[in-house]
């Protein structure tokens, strides 16, 4: 069976930067299970994951325009430390809520200087080419329940 619009496939990966680093795997722990078609995944991976099945090995490198986008500078900010109340230590790579117009935004401490701190909204990986080794390890029909949520269910997939 290929992967395509309707069904839900499990794969494990390793993904690394530009530097050859591992940023993240799968390896020792479940495969990640997914629905196609629903954007679950980066759409430069899920693009290259069509027609694959299970057994398949591939390698894919996305860059930013199909991965995490492109760091938008409106997501970085400086903030007075005051702005942290409650917080003993303020630390570098900490991350907090912040609530913006457009809903809570997930932001990281870039950089404190003195009183000001710099926090940065973005995603992680903005900007950075992912390079994916990914293996297939399972592909089968989405459940009507799968569809009509918009994700996959069981093990690897969503737990609610
Ligand atoms: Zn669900």
């Known amino acids: 069976m290929q992967i395509a619009e309707r069904t839900v496939?499990?794969?494990?990966?390793?993904l690394t930067n530009d530097a050859g680093e591992v940023i993240?795997?799968?390896?020792?722990?479940?495969?990640?299970?997914y629905l196609h078609?629903?954007?679950?995944?980066?759409?430069?991976?899920?693009?290259?994951m069509l027609g694959r099945k299970t057994g398949d090995t591939f390698n894919v490198d996305v860059a930013p325009e199909e991965g995490y986008g492109q760091?938008?500078?409106?997501?970085?900010?400086?903030?007075p430390k005051?702005?942290?109340?409650?917080?003993?230590?303020?630390?570098?790579?900490?991350?907090?809520q912040a609530q913006t117009p457009q809903g809570p935004l997930s932001v990281a401490i870039a950089k404190i200087d003195g009183d000001e701190v710099t926090v940065d909204g973005n995603?992680?990986?903005a900007g950075q080419t992912l390079h994916f080794a990914v293996e297939v390890t399972d592909v089968r029909d989405?459940?009507?329940?799968?569809?009509?949520?918009?994700h996959a269910h069981g093990a690897g997939g969503h737990a609610h």
């Open 9 to 14: 496939a499990s794969f494990h990966y390793t």
């Open 24 to 33: 993240d795997s799968s390896a020792g722990k479940s495969p990640l299970t």
């Open 37 to 48: 078609g629903a954007g679950n995944i980066v759409p430069g991976l899920e693009k290259e």
């Open 71 to 79: 760091p938008n500078p409106m997501l970085i900010q400086v903030v």
């Open 82 to 96: 005051e702005a942290f109340q409650g917080v003993d230590q303020l630390e570098v790579g900490m991350e907090f």
């Open 123 to 125: 995603h992680p990986l």
């Open 142 to 150: 989405a459940s009507l329940e799968e569809l009509t949520h918009g």
